[in-house]
């Protein structure tokens, strides 16, 4: 290869870059590339075209050597890794592992494997092993795990659950900041795909929530403040009657957190006179004071005070939309509301359950007590002893004027939190709903795939880890108003949704770790950040990491350690 001057047929002179072959014995030339004319002090001019085609000739000969076989996960990784060092756990399960300094396994690692599968594809721990470990990117796991280690790391949460929870709960508190805790309580059932009760003392067949009285189950009760940050769980039989543990939980929280003052917030499943007197004998401060508590009455237990409880006129208006009433029970406030938007939905639950059982009566040849099963629906029908069930048009009528009406009760003084105050630290309660619903949908918290005690303890410690940072996650999110990005439009507008963890995360999957190998060494590139992935980076803080991740000599050991599928 070489540079020819040639003359055109005006006489002017080019530069061209020709290269020398034989063909059929004979010597021959081909042009490779015009390099301009020729002039004077051409010379740096022509180095630069030079220099771009032979660029251009190493990018074409490199491009041969490019082997890309295999994509993996990436984007939900580098959140959760943020949110676990910036809010303490990574540094909570170090402390764990100190403690059993002869375990012989990463157990960091592999509870950030976890839990990262949590968000990406809720699965057993065997699908984990088989499969999705082999899916995320390598350098952010540093070895691959055996199935046995996954189990032993689930019986350490489990022996560890209580410093885990208090580790979490003092990360960002000390008694100095602490002034008043409203603590949020609420319960459910879990139930497994089994009738058997001889592989501990937790599964048992029991009131479900589910209404699946033909498995067994057992009885989540979990806690959180009014940001919705979970502090902690406890696990009972699934024979264990709500409202008995309420005397476990509030102990178990006194002793485990050691909060100066707390109010205990929980719903009407937990009104009774001998729960109350517990929270005022086991919540109270070191100071002596009495536990304070807000909790759900239910008002039709209250019959001679009906008239009362149910008489608007009574009633002082705060908006159009609520109406309030104080009164006191014995020694305690009784705060009555009435709710517009509760009427309405009152209203309409009460019409689909009766449009349901006049459907039945028309159909149905069923007669006498069998004729419904449902507590619910067996108010508003009569004759069922007879044989000849129909609507009570009494019972309905009487039943709609109590439509909108709610009731707390509490012991916290007048002076220290108004009612409109007391109803609203109430309704937080549905951050208790939601995070029920976040475990058993999104989070998957069953079916739960193990037998003994030990091991669905260390599962559902597992999950309240996991639920942990998609709750700090959702409050970085609702502090900036993040909206959800979207092609969607409705009415030839863009609906406007807030953005969630679930779907950020599902966006955050399609950002993928490439291993490019290239002349002996593999690169590590990352596809593109965009859209709604970009918000949640910047609701956590994060810096976007750069295109190029890393750059590792191939060799036999590597390239086993990269060996996932896409």
């Known amino acids: 290869m070489y540079i020819k001057t040639t003359k055109n047929k005006k006489g002017q002179s080019y530069y061209h870059l020709v290269e020398s072959y034989r063909e059929n014995g004979k010597v021959r030339q081909k042009t490779l590339l015009s390099l301009g004319k020729v002039g004077e002090d051409r010379v740096e001019d022509l180095i630069t075209a030079i220099s771009r085609h032979t660029n251009g000739t190493s990018i074409f000969e490199a491009i041969k050597s490019v082997s890309v076989e295999s994509t993996y996960i990436l984007g939900p990784l580098l959140v959760l890794q943020h949110v676990m060092d910036r809010f303490g756990i990574s540094e909570i399960l170090n402390d764990v592992l100190q403690k059993h300094p002869k375990l012989g396994l990463n157990f960091q690692r592999i509870v950030f494997t976890l839990i990262a599968c949590r968000f990406i594809a809720p699965s057993s721990k065997l699908k984990v092993f088989e499969h999705w470990q082999d899916e995320l990117y390598p350098a952010m796991l540093a070895g691959k795990d055996e199935l046995h280690h996954f189990y032993r790391a689930l019986d350490l949460l489990a022996s560890h659950k209580e410093d885990i929870e208090s580790g979490l709960f003092w990360r960002e508190r000390d008694l100095l900041n602490m002034k008043v805790d409203i603590v949020l309580y609420d319960l459910t059932t879990l139930r497994f795909e089994s009738t058997r009760e001889d592989m501990g003392e937790l599964r048992r067949f029991g009131y479900s929530k589910e209404m699946r009285s033909d498995c067994t189950q057992i009885v989540l009760g979990l806690l959180a403040d009014t940001e919705g940050i979970p502090l902690a769980f406890e696990v009972y039989p699934g024979n264990t009657f709500e409202g008995h543990t309420l005397v476990d939980i509030v102990t178990r929280m006194r002793e485990k957190f050691r909060v100066r003052r707390f109010i205990f917030v929980a719903d009407r499943g937990l009104f009774s006179a001998a729960n109350l007197r517990h929270i005022r004998k086991k919540c109270g401060g070191p100071d002596g004071k009495v536990g304070e508590f807000i909790v759900g009455m239910k008002l039709g237990v209250f019959k001679k005070r009906y008239n009362e409880f149910y008489d608007r006129s009574c009633f002082t208006a705060l908006s159009d939309q609520l109406e309030i009433y104080e009164t006191t029970h014995g020694e305690d406030r009784c705060i009555i509301t009435w709710s517009k938007i509760r009427a309405e939905r009152d209203r309409k639950v009460r019409d689909e359950i009766i449009e349901k059982i006049e459907k039945k009566l028309k159909k149905s040849r069923v007669s006498g007590e069998t004729f419904v099963s449902n507590t619910n629906y067996k108010k508003y029908i ?22 909108g009406f709610f009731g707390v009760i509490t012991n916290i003084p007048k002076d220290t939190m108004s009612a409109q105050e007391i109803v609203t630290a109430y309704k937080h309660l549905w951050i208790i709903e939601e995070a029920f619903g976040e475990l058993k949908g999104t989070l998957r918290t069953r079916p739960i795939f193990h037998w003994t005690d030990e091991r669905i303890i260390g599962h559902l410690t597992l999950c309240f880890l996991t639920y942990f940072c998609e709750a700090q996650m959702t409050k970085l999110l609702r502090q900036g108003h993040f909206e959800y990005e979207s092609t969607a439009v409705q009415n030839g507008t863009i609906d406007p949704r807030a953005l969630t963890v679930a779907s950020v995360m599902q966006e955050l999957k399609e950002v993928r770790a490439v291993p490019v190998k290239l002349q002996g060494k593999t690169a ?43």
């Open 382 to 403: 009569t004759g069922l002893k007879e044989g000849t069930p129909s609507l009570n048009r009494k019972a309905i009528e009487k039943e709609a004027l109590r439509d």
């Open 524 to 566: 590590w590139v990352r596809t593109d950040i965009h859209g709604n992935s970009v918000k949640m980076f910047k609701a956590l803080g994060m810096a976007i990491p750069p295109k190029l991740l890393q750059v590792e000599q191939t060799s036999e050991t590597s390239a086993v350690k990269c060996s996932g599928t896409n």
